[in-house]
């Protein structure tokens, strides 16, 4: 098998990659974008009902638009995207890089934009019965509390700022 040159391979596929994806297919580059998850979007998935101040264009918009527009707007130009494709390694050569993935497929590129960030999301595990139903407290929050049933009441809320905050915004709806 043959392998494929592409003028750019991004690896991550979160807001960054996708916009990455963007400008390149604005220049009629071959792009190829790389995520380790099974899904784009990155983070901001995790955010739907928040509303997000550090992603450019983007201030004071809820996760959930922002990602349908970043989304939308990354596939303008169809670039090829592979999921679930973890980077293990990447080769600097002559005429550009080799980046091989954990299954050991081998990509070419000419240039690579690093947009990963952190790294993959790894959910931290709740410590409940059902914690293996739910990898993750943002989505087992609205799947599991009924926010209506604290209607008109006074709540004290308490912990991890961040998580503080979409607490607010759900019990203020």
């Known amino acids: 098998m043959s392998e494929v040159e592409y003028d750019v391979i991004i690896i991550g596929a ?7 994806s963007f400008c390149c297919g604005m220049r009629q580059l ?3 974008i790389l995520e380790a998850r099974e899904s784009l979007g990155g ?15 983007a201030q004071g918009k809820l996760g959930s638009d922002i990602a349908v527009n970043i989304l939308q707007e990354s ?18 050569q002559s005429d550009g890089f080799r980046l091989t993935t954990q299954h050991g497929t081998v990509y070419q590129a000419k240039t690579v934009i690093l947009a990963s960030s952190l790294g993959i999301i790894q959910p931290r595990k ?5 914690a293996d ?8 929050v609205s799947e599991i509390i009924d926010f209506k049933d604290y209607a008109d009441q006074t709540v004290l809320l308490y912990g991890n700022p961040d998580s503080l905050a979409d607490y607010v915004s759900l019990l203020q709806k």
């Not at 983070?43 to 264009?57: A, H, N, S, T």
């Not at 169809?78 to 980077?87: A, G, M, R």
Request: aromatic share 10%.
């Open 14 to 20: 979160g807001p960054a990659g996708l916009y990455s």
């Open 30 to 32: 071959k792009v190829k």
């Open 133 to 140: 139903d739910y990898c993750n407290l943002h989505y087992l």
């Open 75 to 92: 596939q303008q130009f169809s670039p090829e995207v592979v999921l679930n494709q973890k980077v293990t390694a990447i080769e600097k």
């Open 126 to 130: 709740l410590k409940l019965d059902v």
């Open 43 to 57: 983070k901001m998935l995790l955010y739907q009902e928040r509303l997000i101040w550090d992603v450019g264009g």
